[in-house]
């Protein structure tokens, strides 16, 4: 007899068309529901509440007084919790926020009891190859999906094993038709019957065994009330099933029993059986970007300095980083990192993007200044402190600022050696706003804000400091301006800047010559916030016949190309079909070309002011290849340029055309297996799509301008609307927007993801003056003027981040390899005495201090390991 597991649930979207403030207010309603119902029926004996632990941290705020009564039901396992903090998204959302996910909904999990040990996410836009892995680290052995799988995976089953690169491996039960099958199921014999036989069949067709699953609920569903009555008309419409109500662990202890089952590997990106949306990543570019540049910025910069801080006795503030993590990842869910939402609540997520930022750059100011403060020093000027936060050694050019009073300084270490700086900008600024306490006191003579470039090599896990000196002879500013195209030589490439805006790239290491690099297209968008979809007829507008602006300005150390193009294109769809061209999409191209560095790095600013349009950054390689790589979590990840499926997808009624179009997370490159290539990184935009038309053209996609929450019928995804039919005209990314770039010749000596790593880790100084508005008491700390913390190999391991532990006193260092090659964990300099590896969930595995100490610590391709050090 086959075993139908009915199982009780409510899919929360904390926000969507509506906003979180009305689905709180419908979360009260029916969280009270709930409870009463468990509390008082015995015969319905659970309900999952989503997994994620954010529903009850929005209920709770409301209705404290109920904390007890929900841990009396968490721990009678009857209200099913966690293990997330909110519903993640997997494929732009980045590993240590997916890490972090997990561990703040466990630990939230703990005040209640015990949390759901299933990797639920019934609703993510397809699923990352690296989660088995992701999941594994916290000890969770099952997952429950729906979207992004087909039988090109190779299986036709909804029950295998999932595996990731590194041998993880998690056992999945797929949700073939949803988490919404179940949803207000009718009494009535005739309609029941109706619904059910549909979909009985596709999941007796997917079983491999006499279980299968029955999710009750939908999207904010209140508890289906006659759900008693919906059975026993289940049992007599079936007899030869038994349908009862149940939890998915159920599930999963009938499926353990059972023997070979197929197991597959990789990501799940096939909208065959359901949409995925893959070009959702480009959707309100600004709020994606805000996500990218805070993710870097907190796993980068901010961690790191808090850690440093922490060995040199600074309390570290477990609290304050928490508040930031939690803020970002209520924007992680599915539709609120897609974007396909309405404009209210795009507003609200933008605001706590940026609410988030500003507690990142408040911390990060705060623990620079503990440091600085701190230092113990017989000089009495100003300090310049750089702050060098990778694991590696480096020599960097900064351009950086000093504040200071002096017609002119210069810069000495502390033993008096003079450190020589190049003077870019000089401007007076008001006291006031140093300290307003200046003026109240009636001085008002004005401070000089410099802009300088230093050339420094720092340590590893390292600040140091040089001193502010009074300078009688009056420094110069060095940097010199031309206009037009330009020929530039560094140490690295020969670079053309043609008159049409792009340019040509010699790479002096390999003499390989890259043409007619960044130019730009704009091509019309018929889609909606969930899909890209090309207009019928669309004919590509190109920068590759512009002329525009072209100014270079040069110091001894960098130069910086500006390339600015007025565009001339259409304002709407409707004038697109027209073939006018009245509107002006003005971009800027900004290249800083450091004399000794490969990477060049790139800011674009659009100011648009026209609807319904793909914007998109060019790069032409001769690199023959037909795959690319990109990173995801805590790896890398090949993939082809031409999905084969492109040639069968109407055929086979597929719910979405597979296009090349994919996700990144902060590089994407093309390599030969000479080594030569061309790669891109990225602070901003996380959507590619190589282009063969002759020869392979890295598209980055910078924006896209869409009015419409839904639509249906688009070219790319037939059939109903996804989401609903609502104006968005926010969405139509009217205004100045900034996109944070780089690219590089790959010559096969330096790995992308090193140089990706590095670009998106700069070098942070800080300034003391004898002023600030915001008043600190002394630390009691006397530090050195410069230090290090440790210094690790390099060869190829990335660190992803480096951390308090969340519960002992002991720093946790955690590193991937992205490589394809298994890896020793390898220090070059280390002062710690003990090494643990840890899971994610920072839970002692073994103790590793002689492997480590003996360079044995092996870590696979596409492996995560978490170690911590005290």
């Known amino acids: 007899m086959k075993q139908v597991h009915v199982v009780p649930h409510m899919h929360w979207d904390r926000e969507w068309y509506f906003s979180t403030e009305e689905s709180r207010i419908l979360l009260v309603n029916n969280l009270e529901e709930i409870m009463h119902r468990l509390e008082t029926d015995e015969h319905y004996p659970y309900y999952v509440l989503d997994g994620q632990t954010s ?30 903090y909110t519903q993640t998204d997997e494929m732009i959302v980045g590993a240590e926020s997916i890490v972090r996910n997990l561990l703040y909904g466990i630990k939230d999990s703990k005040e209640f009891g015990p949390h759901m040990e299933i990797g639920y996410l019934p609703d993510s836009f397809g699923q990352s190859a690296q989660m088995p892995m992701i999941l594994n680290g916290f000890g969770i052995k099952r997952s429950i999906f729906w979207r992004g799988t087909s039988e090109r995976h190779g299986t036709n089953k909804t029950e295998f094993y999932w595996e990731s690169k590194d041998g993880s491996n998690v056992l999945v039960q797929l949700m073939p038709l949803g988490y919404a099958i179940g949803k207000y199921l009718p009494t009535e014999p005739e309609a029941l019957k109706k619904r059910m036989d549909k979909y009985l069949p596709v999941l007796d067709r997917g079983a491999t065994g006499e279980n299968l699953l029955l999710p009750n609920g939908h999207d904010q569903m209140p508890i289906q009330q006659n759900i008693t009555e919906v059975l026993t008309e289940l049992h007599r419409l079936y007899p030869e099933r038994e349908f009862f109500l149940s939890r998915y662990e159920k599930v999963f202890e009938q499926l353990e029993k059972q023997l070979n089952l197929p197991t597959i590997s990789g990501e799940f990106l096939d909208g065959k059986y359901m949409r995925v949306h893959r070009s959702i990543y480009s959707t309100r570019m600004d709020i994606k970007t805000m996500n990218a540049i805070i993710e870097n910025k907190l796993t980068n910069t901010l961690e790191p300095l808090m850690s440093l801080a922490y060995s040199l006795g600074i309390e570290y503030h477990h609290g304050l980083i928490e508040l930031i993590w939690k803020e970002i ?13 309405s404009d209210k609540v795009h507003a609200e997520i933008f605001n706590r993007f940026f609410i988030a930022n500003e507690k ?28 060098n936060l990778r694991s590696i050694a480096e020599e960097r050019v900064i351009r950086t600022e000093v504040i200071t009073k002096f017609e002119s300084f210069r810069l000495e270490t502390e033993d008096g050696t003079e450190v020589p700086y190049e003077l870019i900008q000089k401007e007076i600024i008001d006291p006031g706003l140093i300290d307003r306490q200046i003026v109240h006191y009636g001085n008002y003579d004005p401070f000089y804000k410099y802009t300088i470039e230093v050339r420094r090599e720092l340590a590893a896990l390292s600040y140091e400091t040089v001193f502010v000196v009074s300078e009688s002879t009056p420094t110069v500013v060095e940097e010199t301006t031309v206009f037009g195209p330009q020929l530039i030589e560094t140490k690295v490439y020969d670079i053309t800047v043609k008159e049409n805006g792009t340019i040509d790239l010699l790479d002096k290491r390999s003499g390989v010559l890259h043409r007619d690099l960044l130019w730009l297209e704009d091509s019309g968008d018929d889609g909606d916030e969930y899909d890209y979809s090309p207009l019928a007829g669309d004919n590509p507008i190109t920068t590759q016949s ?101 040639h069968v997808w109407e055929e086979e009624g597929w719910n979405e055309r597979p296009d090349g179009i994919f996700p ?34 890295l598209a980055i996609t910078l924006f896209r301008s869409v009015g419409v929450l839904g639509k249906e019928e688009l070219v790319r ?52 003056i004898p002023h600030d508005a915001m008043k600190l008491n002394p630390t009691g700390l006397c530090l050195n003027a410069s230090a290090s913390l440790f210094e690790m190999a390099e060869n190829g391991l990335l660190m992803s981040t480096l951390k308090k532990a969340e519960n002992e006193k002991a720093l946790l260092l955690r590193v991937y390899n992205p490589t394809e090659h298994t890896i020793p964990l390898m220090f070059t300099k280390v002062d710690f005495d003990s090494f643990t590896e840890v899971n994610l969930n920072e839970e002692p595995v073994r103790d590793i201090t002689e492997v480590v100490s003996n360079n044995q610590f092996n870590i696979l391709p596409n492996q995560v390991k978490s170690i911590l050090m005290k």
């Open 717 to 768: 995804r037939p059939g109903r609307p996804s989401g609903i039919k609502l104006s968005t005209p926010d969405s139509q990314m009217i205004g100045t927007y900034t996109f944070d770039l780089a690219f590089t010749s790959l010559d096969g000596t330096e790995r992308l993801s090193d140089l990706a790593k590095r670009h998106l880790t700069p070098i942070v100084t800080y300034n003391k």
């Open 664 to 697: 990144m997370l902060s590089y994407v490159g093309l390599q030969e297996e000479s080594g030569n290539g061309m790669g891109v990184i990225t602070n901003s935009s996380r959507e590619f799509e190589v282009i063969e038309e002759g020869e392979s053209t």
């Open 329 to 341: 990842m209520k924007n992680h869910a599915h539709d609120s990192i897609g974007c396909c939402c």
């Open 55 to 84: 529903i009850l941290e929005d209920y709770l705020a409301v209705k404290p007084e109920n904390r007890e009564r929900i841990k009396r039901l968490v721990q009678a396992n009857k209200l099913i919790i966690g293990p997330w």
């Open 546 to 646: 512009s002329r525009p602006i072209i100014q270079t300005t040069s110091t001894s150390n960098r130069t910086v190309v500006t390339i600015s193009h007025d565009m001339k294109i259409p304002r709407d769809l409707m004038e697109r079909k027209d073939g006018r061209l009245t509107n002006l999409l003005k971009v800027s191209l900004e290249l800083v070309i450091e004399q000794n560095d490969s990477t060049i790095g790139l800011k674009v600013v659009v100011d648009n002011d026209a609807n319904d349009h793909r914007l998109r950054l060019c790069l032409p390689t001769s690199v023959q290849t037909n795959v690319s790589f990109s990173d995801n979590q805590f790896g890398e990840i090949k993939r082809p340029f031409i999905d084969d499926a492109i």
């Open 360 to 387: 990142t750059d408040q911390l990060i100011t705060f623990y620079k200044r503990r440091i600085v403060d701190s230092i113990d020093t017989k000089r009495t000027e100003d300090r310049l402190t750089f702050f």
